[in-house]
């Protein structure tokens, strides 16, 4: 199947290549769209763990968009989308029940905030990974999300500018992965 804008397969799949072993930037592809994209502080890593600042290797479901909508207008995608309010949270605390869910502040435990002043998660894409089942300790809160000055690295996520990233999720499609390799 071939799309007249994108190649063939846009939307469907997209993999993530780095630049070098170790590397901290990488390739994003999605049928013919190239975008370069920042990486964890430390690379890519299989056996991901809590807090190591590594992107995980492996393939990932795309699973739904949250968007700044004091930002932004609602972004184009056929992806399950919703707008981030001021008590969204993301859990990071193994011991919690809620490890690796979305949460609501102040919540008890750690949680990340995921309506932030710099810009960074105006556009969030959540991934699949350590999800069913959620492992206490492997990883959470990985995302694409938009990438900080500079395309700095990142504490596990995948980040790009924040217009490639709008233009990969208006070219998703529900059932989209996402594969990052090692």
Same mark, same amino acid.
């Given at each position: ?25 990488? @390739? ?18 299989? +056996? ?56 609501? *502040? ?6 990340? *905030? ?17 999800? #069913?089942?959620?492992?206490? +300790? ?15 690295? #990142? ?7 924040? +217009? *490639? ?12 992965? @996402? #594969?990052?390799?090692?």
């Amino acid at each position: 199947m071939k799309s007249r804008r994108n190649g063939p397969q846009a939307g469907a799949q997209l993999i993530v290549r780095a630049l070098a072993a170790g590397a901290q930037r990488g @390739i994003l592809a999605s049928g013919a769209l190239r975008f370069p994209c920042a990486l964890g502080r430390t690379g890519r890593r299989v +056996g991901k763990r809590e807090g190591d600042g590594a992107t995980p290797v492996g393939r990932f479901a795309l699973r739904e968009v949250f968007y700044r909508g004091d930002r932004l207008m609602r972004p184009r995608t056929r992806l399950p989308i919703a707008a981030l309010g001021r008590c969204d949270g993301w859990c990071d605390d193994p011991a919690d029940r809620n490890y690796n869910r979305r949460v609501r *502040h102040l919540y008890p435990t750690s949680a990340e *905030h995921l309506w932030r002043h710099d810009h960074l998660y105006d556009v969030i894409v959540v991934l699949g990974y350590n999800e #069913t089942p959620r492992v206490k +300790g492997r990883g959470s809160a990985i995302f694409m999300h938009v990438a900080g000055p500079g395309m700095k690295p #990142t504490e596990g996520c995948i980040a790009l500018s924040r +217009g *490639h990233l709008l233009r990969l999720i208006e070219c998703a499609r529900r059932g989209a992965t @996402i #594969t990052i390799l090692p």
